[in-house]
């Protein structure tokens, strides 16, 4: 079955510095994969997505990497804010979604 | 643009009640809607697809007579726990595209944060 797998422990860094978060799957070839921001108590958030042919995509302080050959994607914050604390989640697909766990981020001062 | 709210944000119930949760999209016509479960420190589960005018399709385990879906309008889709048990306790959340084909992303709600004593 497909498998999504988000590093559970929590990322603990420093204000300014690269937050760095993976996503690794097992049998599956997805076409999209997506990442989002979800809060507390909120509904997940849309940040970027990255087709199985692009490498690398941009956006403002993120970036995200794809690697169909070893079924992973990273996830980059640089720069990174307080505000920036926040589960972020990893889905595979486009139409229909499929998420990890997520991984939580908490960014200190 | 691409806002979807949910309502209620967070309902208590009894335990045999049936709870209803609405879904709107705000500011653009959704012709898919999809309704998700999320317990604590778990993934985001699928437990239907609907299409505006259409029954809904359910995922594998998702009991269709106990989460009733409907999506009446492109803009209004509502889930009903019937009969809700303490283990329907969860937080729900939905989402809505826009146009056809899987052209677009998803847009999330809020969450409605269920809770059956």
């Known amino acids: 079955s497909q498998k999504i797998e988000q590093n559970s422990e929590a990322l603990n860094i420093q204000e300014g510095k690269t937050a760095t978060l993976t996503c690794n799957y097992t049998n599956y070839s997805p076409a999209y994969l997506q990442w989002y921001r979800q809060d507390p108590g909120r509904g997940p958030v849309f940040l970027l997505l990255i087709r199985e042919n692009e490498k690398e995509k941009r956006k403002e302080r993120l970036k995200v990497t794809f690697d169909t050959t070893l079924k992973q994607s990273l996830f980059h914050i640089t720069a990174s804010q307080p505000a920036d604390s926040a589960t972020y989640l990893c889905?595979?697909?486009?139409?229909?979604?499929?998420f990890g766990k997520g991984t939580m981020l908490l960014v200190s001062p | 643009g691409a806002v979807v709210s949910q309502h209620p944000s967070w309902v208590i119930c009894k335990s045999g009640t049936s709870v209803k949760i609405e879904c709107r999209s705000l500011d653009f016509q959704a012709t898919t809607m999809f309704w998700y479960r999320q317990f604590p420190k778990q993934s985001l589960m699928l437990m239907a697809t609907s299409n505006e005018g259409s029954k809904a399709t359910y995922e594998q385990g998702v009991e269709k007579d106990k989460f009733l879906i409907n999506h009446a309008s492109l803009t209004l889709s509502t889930l009903t726990v019937t009969s809700a048990h303490p283990e329907d306790s969860s937080f729900y959340i939905c989402s809505a595209r826009r146009g056809s084909g899987g052209r677009d992303t998803q847009y999330f709600g809020p969450g409605t944060r269920l809770t059956v004593l």
């Open positions: 889905a595979l697909g486009y139409s229909t979604l499929t």
